[in-house]
Every structure is written in structure tokens, then in C-alpha cells.
């Protein structure tokens, strides 16, 4: 398989953002350390966010679990189950002027702790929650979001590693490190001669592929599907075959490369750490788009912030 030279990544606003991510997951690992507000270990959580910072909500639940620091859901802010108990709620929202997010934390506070965490100081959701995290040096003037969603989900990676190293995934300074090798390295050309994209992930890598999907189909319109790993194998395997792409994120289940290769597909891996593995992802997307004669920088039908009109 030939490759597509790094090189070719566009000079474009989302592109420049892209390429920041490795210095703020640093920055955002070393803002956890004494930050208000981060959940402790046995606290009965839910992380809520909509869109990208959604999918960022499940990936840290998924990891803060599976780390053993106590259950942990997430939810889409439009639906979240609000008769349920918590402790606390952890609300990612770039803008911090989202409505179902503010709408949310205004009828649970009275009964949870919410920490927020966003890019933009002075917004509703500042006074809106009892705690804040405001990680403005990793904001952007993208629509697409990229450098922010994994700054804050790198931040809630290091506030889970001041109780100790997760169980078999690397430290977020490990993570910065592999982020750096995904910047530059070649794009896989068969990737971005692609017809069609799945991707798919285990535990809290699922939450990253249905970020991936959501980049291409943000930014390049692209027909894009996320699973997880296993689920694949249930019916969306059907879909793959020449021209077609299957990208995974982490562990690559026993048996799926095999599945793939008979379809005639294209399987992706990569060893590198699955949320620095993203950033390949988004640097195909704005390939992708720029291919098709989109402007990555001007997403079709979207806005930065969604605010409902009452």
C-alpha cells in the first residue's frame, strides 16, 4: 500500500488546529492536578455533553470504570435520564452556551455536584455549575471540533491518573508523545481512496469511533459508520468490501483482520495510543473534504454552538 505524504495536510484553520494537539493534552494533563471539582474515586458519575463532547463523555466513563474508580454513565444532554441518582455530573461543552447542557445542569444541580469543562470563560455555564474548568488556550475557531474534545477528554485521562496508572493504557504524556507520531505520519492511501469508512473500538475506544465517524461526515459529508468491535460482526460486516475501509481503534479482536481481508476491505490499526490514533482520523477528514471540494472550515448546515430557540 502506497502512502499519501504528510506533507499534503491542508494549511487550512481546522488543519492548523489539528496539528496543536500534542502540547495541550500536556497542558490539559498538567491543569488536572488540584482542579476543582474532578470526581473521586467511588462517586456514582454521569458525563453529558452533546455531539463531539458526547462521544468524549463516553470514553471517559467507559476508562474511569474500567479503572475501577466507580460507576460512571454517559448520556446526550437531551437524554439524560434525570431520575436517576448521582453524585456527580461532569458536563463538557466547548462553547458553554449549548442549551441542553445548560438546561440540564439547571434542573439537576440543586441535587448533584456539576463540574463543567469548557473552552470559553464568561458563558452561561460558568455561574451554571458549581465547578468549572475552563481550558481556553485549547479553544478553536473551527467549527469542527478536534483540539478541544481531546484536551478535555486528556484533562479527565489525568484527573483518573492522580489515583493511579490505568490499567493497561498509557500515561496522557505517553499519549502526547504517540499524538506527535500521528501528526507525522503518512495518511494510508487506501484511507483516502476510500468510498466508505467504519470504525469501530472496545470499551472506551468506542467513544472515539463514533467521534471519527461524526469528523468525516462533519467535515467531508462522507459515508462513515461507528460499532463496537464485536457488534460489526452482527450485520455492518455486510458493508465491506474493495474501496471500503474498516478502522480500528485499539485492540484488534481475534479473528476480525481475517473477516476484513475476505470481504476484499481495507483494515487500519495502528499500536500508538487510540485517542492520538484520532488524530489521524481528523487529518482524514479534512483530506477527504478538500478531495471533494469541500471547505473543512465552513461544514455544511453547521454551526459552532447550537443554541434552541425558546
Request: glycine share 12%; with cysteine; hydrophobic share 40%.
Given at each position: 500500500m502506497s502512502d499519501i505524504p504528510a506533507s499534503t495536510t491542508s494549511s487550512g484553520r481546522t488543519s492548523a488546529e489539528i496539528l496543536t494537539q500534542p502540547s495541550l493534552w500536556r497542558r490539559a494533563a498538567e491543569a488536572a492536578?488540584?482542579?476543582?471539582?474532578?470526581?473521586?474515586?467511588?462517586?456514582?458519575?454521569?458525563?453529558?455533553?452533546?455531539?463531539?463532547?458526547?462521544f468524549m463523555a463516553q470514553a471517559y466513563a467507559a476508562l474511569r470504570?474500567?479503572?475501577?474508580?466507580?460507576?460512571?454513565?454517559?448520556?446526550?444532554?437531551?437524554?439524560?435520564?434525570?431520575?436517576?441518582?448521582?453524585?456527580?455530573?461532569?458536563?463538557?461543552?466547548?462553547?458553554?452556551t449549548t442549551t441542553e447542557v445548560l438546561d440540564l445542569i439547571g434542573e439537576v444541580r440543586e441535587r448533584w455536584e456539576v463540574l463543567a469543562v469548557t473552552a470559553t470563560p464568561g458563558t452561561p455555564v460558568v455561574p451554571a455549575a458549581d465547578d468549572t474548568v475552563i481550558l481556553d488556550f485549547a479553544d478553536e475557531e473551527s467549527v469542527v471540533q478536534t483540539r478541544f474534545a481531546t484536551s478535555a477528554l486528556a484533562f479527565?485521562?489525568?484527573?483518573?491518573?492522580?489515583?493511579?496508572?490505568?490499567?493497561g493504557i498509557r500515561t496522557v504524556a505517553e499519549a502526547a508523545a504517540d499524538a506527535g507520531s500521528a501528526i507525522a505520519s503518512p495518511l494510508p492511501a487506501a484511507a483516502l481512496a476510500a468510498e466508505q469508512w467504519t470504525f469501530l473500538g472496545t470499551g472506551w475506544t468506542y467513544g472515539l469511533?463514533?467521534?471519527?465517524?461524526?469528523?468525516?461526515?462533519?467535515?467531508?459529508?462522507?459515508?462513515?459508520?461507528?460499532?463496537?468491535?464485536?457488534?460489526?460482526?452482527h450485520g455492518p460486516v455486510s458493508i465491506?468490501?474493495?474501496?471500503?475501509?474498516?478502522?480500528?481503534?485499539?485492540?484488534?479482536?481475534?479473528?476480525?483482520?481475517?473477516?476484513?481481508t475476505a470481504t476484499g476491505g481495507t483494515l487500519i490499526t495502528s499500536e500508538g495510543d487510540p485517542m492520538?490514533?484520532?488524530?489521524?482520523?481528523?487529518?482524514?477528514?479534512?483530506?477527504?473534504?478538500?478531495?471533494?471540494?469541500?471547505?473543512?472550515?465552513?461544514?455544511r448546515n453547521l454551526t459552532r454552538s447550537v443554541i434552541l430557540k425558546g
Open positions: 492536578a488540584g482542579a476543582p471539582g474532578l470526581p473521586r474515586p467511588g462517586e456514582r458519575v454521569a458525563v453529558t455533553g452533546c455531539g463531539t463532547s458526547w470504570e474500567a479503572a475501577g474508580q466507580g460507576e460512571t454513565d454517559a448520556f446526550a444532554a437531551s437524554e439524560f435520564p434525570v431520575s436517576r441518582t448521582y453524585d456527580r455530573v461532569v458536563a463538557i461543552t466547548r462553547s458553554g479527565l485521562r489525568a484527573g483518573l491518573e492522580l489515583h493511579g496508572r490505568l490499567p469511533a463514533q467521534e471519527a465517524a461524526l469528523k468525516m461526515r462533519e467535515a467531508a459529508g462522507a459515508w462513515t459508520e461507528a460499532y463496537p468491535a464485536m457488534e460489526y460482526r465491506t468490501g474493495p474501496g471500503r475501509v474498516t478502522w480500528i481503534f485499539g485492540e484488534v479482536p481475534a479473528g476480525l483482520a481475517e473477516e476484513v492520538a490514533d484520532l488524530i489521524r482520523a481528523q487529518r482524514l477528514a479534512v483530506a477527504v473534504a478538500e478531495g471533494r471540494g469541500l471547505d473543512p472550515d465552513r461544514p
